[in-house]
């Protein structure tokens, strides 16, 4: 059974500082952003997630800076084990929403051989920077994130009972977003939240590349007990607060981008032509794939059902995508685009661009394939919300 822990966390002892030492997951900032957090403020969590660069760190240097930020008190550890519960307020389409999450160590154990499942594949280069970095740092920054799926959860009323306390620390960002943690050190409290989280599945929703390395940590260092668990924030993809989003592509062709194609992909279902109106196709319903390129407008391919012997992941619009792609055109180069804007300015720059639009994937279908061991294609999904980095982190002891 997937197994959940309270610990002591490490934070700022400057709360009221926050809004400047905060930041976004390491994998989401780019060389602005970095550049950015890095003058914003000396204490600025990027400097340890991070370093001063994207491309190029030193682990010696982060190692030193952190042991001196909590020689100096930048950084406490709070005396008593606890569960933190966290809670970020934030907009989405513009629509508010809340989502709630708690903060404790995890058990590890290797994929799927218990109750904690990938979602996705992972890449070497990432694993092997994250390990460096905690094996010089020996702590967790920042926490993965690991999801369930719960229809009516007990743990919505711990939430919920404290909607009405002051918060442990808080912090406003720009953009509007609200982060608020609780630290919850009582023995019968602690407890309860393990009964209730005990014998879940978890799949990883955030942090494949930082739990391959904690594991591989594991390895190198089994007599050091904390060597064990990772630090994650634990959370249910059923709330109104969660939202999983897909990641759209762009496609560079070989040349450029003509009615043949729309005609070609018609041999795979059917086409509905949408003219010149990318935005009409940027949200595709399930069976169906939006595609717009500069000379042909903008079209939906919707594609015929597949039968229930099926497997969940053969259904997925995105692995059809990728099948289907290689047999009408010849690809030089493909981005990702979280945002579908991003994907139709690219094809409006060039003839030879085409840009595709998939439909979210719903967490039940994530949760059958995950917990059925298969994972998802690479650049499949986009969790929303994304926890600040900084509130807490966590010493490996």
Known sequence: MARVMPFGGVRYAAVRDLPALLAPPYDVINDRELARLNRQAPHNI???????????????????RFSKWLDEGVMVQ???????????????????????????????????????????????EPVEDRMRIMEHARANLEPIMTLY????????????????????????????????????????????????????????????HRYHAAWMFRQRHRRLSGAGWILSLVANTEQTGMRINPIHRYFTCAQPVTS??????????RIERLGGRARAVMKPGRNAIGFYARGTGAWLLHLPPLPERMKPRETLEVVRLHELIPQ???????????????????????????????????????????????????????FLPKPASGLVLRLIE
Not at 336 to 362: C, G, H, N, T
Request: charged share 20%; glycine share 8%; proline share 9%.
């Open 78 to 124: 709070d005396p008593r084990r606890a569960f933190y519960a966290y809670c970020q307020d934030y907009r989405f389409d513009g629509h508010p929403l809340r989502f709630w999450g708690l903060l404790g160590l995890l058990k590890l154990e290797p994929f799927g051989a218990g109750n904690i499942y990938p979602h996705e594949a992972v890449l070497p």
């Open 328 to 382: 009408v055109t010849r690809v030089a180069d493909v981005k990702f685009p979280k945002d579908p804007e991003e994907a139709a300015a690219a094809a409006r720059r060039s003839p030879s661009v085409l840009a595709v639009f998939l439909p979210p994937i719903s967490s039940h279908l994530i949760t059958s394939i995950a917990f059925g061991g298969e994972t998802l294609p690479q650049k499949s999904t986009f």
């Open 149 to 208: 799926r719960q229809i009516s959860d007990p743990m919505d009323m711990l939430f919920e009972s404290l909607e009405g306390l002051p918060p442990f620390m808080e912090a406003a960002l720009p953009g509007g977003n609200r982060h608020r943690v609780w630290r919850l050190p009582l023995t019968q409290t602690c407890a309860r939240i393990q009964r209730n989280l005990r014998g879940l599945k978890l799949f990883v929703a955030d942090g494949h």
């Open 46 to 64: 990027t400097h340890l997630t991070l370093g001063s660069s994207l491309r190029k760190r030193s682990y010696m240097e982060i190692s030193r």
């Open 260 to 269: 043949d194609l729309p005609r070609s992909l018609a041999t795979f279902g």
